[in-house]
Nanobody, 121 residues
Framework: QVQLVESGGGLVQAGASLRLSCAAS????????MAWFRQAPGKDREFVGA????????DYTDSVKDRFTISRDNAKGTVYLQMGSLKPEDTAVYYC??????????????WGQGTQVTVSS
């Protein structure tokens, strides 16, 4: 079992930066792919980015490429999502997930409770 706790969300203005953190604990949590998903009001949850166990492979959805960076520190059991040049359309609840593969949302077994990111125009 893996427990995930997100932090770092908040209210920012368009163009600002924000860093989300996801602390993972539990058996072998460092051996999993980790990912970020987000869900805007009235929309389905969508893939944002993912990182492999060793951090050597990353993937992003097109809308955040060149603005967001995902990274992980296995020694600390933490995955990060550095978000830059934020836009109002980035407003959503951001979820951390573990145990899946790449962008396949259905493959992820473990989920955090989510953290709200609101970007004002």
């Amino acid at each position: 079992q893996v427990q995930l706790v997100e932090s770092g969300g908040g209210l920012v203005q368009a163009g600002a930066s924000l860093r989300l953190s996801c602390a993972a604990s539990g058996r072998n949590s460092w051996t999993y792919w980790m990912a970020w998903f987000r869900q805007a009001p009235g929309k389905d949850r969508e893939f944002v980015g993912a990182i492999s166990e060793g951090g050597d492979s990353v993937d992003y959805t097109d809308s955040v490429k060149d603005r967001f960076t995902i990274s992980r520190d296995n020694a600390k059991g933490t995955v990060y999502l550095q978000m830059g040049s934020l836009k109002p359309e980035d407003t959503a609840v951001y979820y951390c997930a573990a145990g899946g593969l790449g962008s396949d949302q259905r493959s992820y077994n473990f989920w955090g409770q989510g953290t709200q990111v609101t970007v004002s125009s």
